[in-house]
């Protein structure tokens, strides 16, 4: 259980505590993307899954495209689609990763503040 206290006042003028009783890990993601309509649904519901697994210091993640894909419930082309929209958008960057001799391996994502 958390408990805040948020900014906002009671009619009595005292600060408001909000009570958390959620157990289960949960994502935020920034107003600017839930309200863009250029994006569709699959894109956010993409970078919800990249937020899963971001570590929140670094804001770096790097789940494969199938991982993607079976998290969020869309296909693979689907997964590429989005990120390239997300890219474009300013959402979040690519950084192609490799290992041994250039052998590719998942792709680094770093969701950017917009």
Do not use: W
Request: glycine letters at 6%; proline letters at 4%.
């Amino acid at each position: 259980m958390v408990t805040s206290v948020v900014p906002k006042m009671n009619r009595g003028g005292e600060p408001v505590k909000v009570i958390d009783y959620r157990t289960t890990k949960f994502v935020m993601i920034p107003q600017s993307l839930a309200r863009d309509r250029s994006l569709t649904h699959a894109d956010k519901i993409v970078y919800m899954t990249l937020c899963l697994y971001t570590d929140n210091t670094s804001k770096q993640s790097h789940p494969s495209a199938q991982t993607i894909a079976d998290v969020s419930g869309v296909s693979r082309s689907t997964v590429f689609r989005a990120l390239e929209s997300l890219e474009t958008g300013g959402y979040l960057k690519r950084e192609r990763r490799t290992y041994g001799k250039g052998k590719q391996t998942t792709n680094a994502y770093y969701l950017l503040d917009k």
